[in-house]
């Protein structure tokens, strides 16, 4: 078992046939997503891409990859959501903490960046700022190729980039990941050649990690594909079991919708590890947009502990009940360190001589679970035994599938996002774009009252 999932610390708070009552529903889930019945049926590719994946693609994006890292210092990663969230998690949680700052020697591939994913002018200006003398490579990755964040990034790289490099070489340094037909990108690699990757159509974009959208910056990084690829196969092989108490994948979707039940509204995915910090984001925009919507939704939030103990700690010891916590452990750290004696003992810490920090925190996370408990906070854990490729292939597959039987449970088409729509839709009328001009008027006249 690549993942072991403990949900004995919210037995407290769920008998055990009020999750197991929803055994029918799950079954019923389970058909809908593997027969392709349910609502949103169109956007079901994602739950059999580990074994039936294209792989000419996948070795045209090893191949592109090795050509970025013989020709590149620096990648630059434009998109936005599940465009960018899901490469952004394994690469933290697979590289080293200061990647980008390792001394070139150290690094087994380009640095690596993230633009694109919001509007800042003050970003993407800092980020050029660190562009000055390197050798640069772009991948713009967007399914619709129409987004404004991802597609305003790049109107402004690619001039960078051919201003540097000249209109012919910027294209060999162009990688586009998007709709294999349609879009404005889609068009725009055709008329100026550069390589293009394809977001399958049945693949929405928070699904979309294991396609082209995470793989190609994950190549780069020199992290291990075929591991990350049989993660997820196995995955998929053990949560294909249509049986509730047998299938740790579907407990944690029914265990979790007892909880919200019961007025446990809002999920706190917790970890221990900073790397896993994007990986929360990932999950949240998982949950979040497959799940909120209808007016119904367990609310995802995160945090990161044990940073976060020392400013949410109170609330979630103390504050409100609508809370439970999902821990994501990892058994063995990457690297341990080990606290010396002081002969000194001015700190008073001499009683953790010999001790090593993975423990330390580890006792720090049993601890805080049993007071979290205490306090009114149900807790589920799933852990993985080493923050390796395969197991985050595994972990990915698991709250994927997770998330669309969770959402079938709710009631709720968990493959589309209708709600995203109506910021845009208020953006582009107050920036004055084409055909927009009743909206225009009447949000302005709005913003003056
Ligand atoms: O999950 C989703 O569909 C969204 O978060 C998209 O990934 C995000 O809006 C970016 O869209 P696109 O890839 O079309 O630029």
């Not at 580990?50 to 990648?75: C, G, K, T």
């Not at 035994?385 to 972990?395: N, R, S, V, W």
Request: hydrophobic share 40%.
């Amino acid at each position: 078992q690549a993942i072991r999932f403990d949900y004995s610390n919210a037995l407290a708070f769920v008998r055990p046939h009020e999750w197991e009552l929803l055994a029918p529903a799950i079954g019923q889930a389970h058909e809908m997503l593997h027969k392709k019945t349910g609502p949103g049926r169109d956007f079901l590719g994602w739950v059999d891409l580990p074994e039936q994946y294209d792989r000419i693609e996948f070795n045209r994006i090893r191949q592109a990859a090795a050509r970025i890292q013989s020709d590149s210092d620096v990648l630059l990663v434009i998109g936005i959501g599940g465009s960018y969230l899901g490469a952004k998690a394994v690469l933290d949680i697979l590289g080293h903490s200061f990647y980008n700052l390792l001394p070139k020697s150290k690094r087994r591939a380009p640095e690596i960046y993230f633009v694109g994913n919001n509007i800042s002018p003050v970003y993407i200006s800092h980020l050029m700022d660190v562009l000055e003398d390197k050798q640069v490579s772009i991948n713009v990755i967007s399914k619709s190729g129409t987004t404004t964040e991802p597609a305003i990034a790049f109107r402004l790289l690619r001039d960078w980039l051919v201003g540097k490099y000249g209109r012919d070489e910027a294209k060999k340094r162009i990688y586009i990941t998007t709709d294999k037909a349609k879009g404005a990108l889609k068009k725009l690699a055709d008329e100026e050649g550069y390589e293009s990757f394809v977001i399958p159509d049945d693949v929405g974009g928070r699904y979309s990690v294991l396609t082209a959208v995470g793989l190609l910056p994950i190549a780069v990084s020199g992290a291990d594909l075929d591991a990350l690829m049989q993660g997820a196969a196995d995955a998929r092989a053990q949560y294909m079991v249509n049986d509730l108490l047998e299938n740790p994948c579907y407990q944690y979707a029914a265990i979790r919708n007892a909880l919200y039940r019961k007025g446990k509204t809002v999920e706190l995915l917790v970890s221990y590890e900073p790397q896993f910090r994007y990986f929360s984001e990932w999950w949240k925009q998982l949950f979040g947009e497959s799940e909120g919507k209808d007016g119904k939704g367990i609310f995802p939030a995160s945090a990161e502990f044990s940073t976060d103990l020392h400013s949410m700690g109170q609330y979630i010891q103390d504050g409100m009940r609508q809370l439970f916590e999902t821990v994501i452990s990892v058994t063995t750290p990457s690297v341990d360190v080990t606290v010396q004696e002081d002969p000194a003992d001015a700190d008073g810490l001499n009683f953790l001589t010999g001790k090593q920090m993975g423990y330390v925190n580890k006792k720090a996370f049993e601890g805080t679970v049993l007071a979290h408990v205490d306090g009114g906070v149900p807790n589920l854990l799933v852990e993985i035994p080493k923050a390796t490729a395969y197991y985050l292939g595994a972990l990915i597959y698991f709250f994927e599938k997770a998330c669309g039987i969770s959402g079938y449970l709710l009631g709720v088409n968990p493959f589309d996002q209708p709600g995203v729509e109506a910021y845009k839709a208020n953006m582009f009328a107050l920036l004055g774009k084409p055909g927009y001009e009743r909206q225009k008027a009447e949000l302005e006249a709005r913003l003056k009252e």
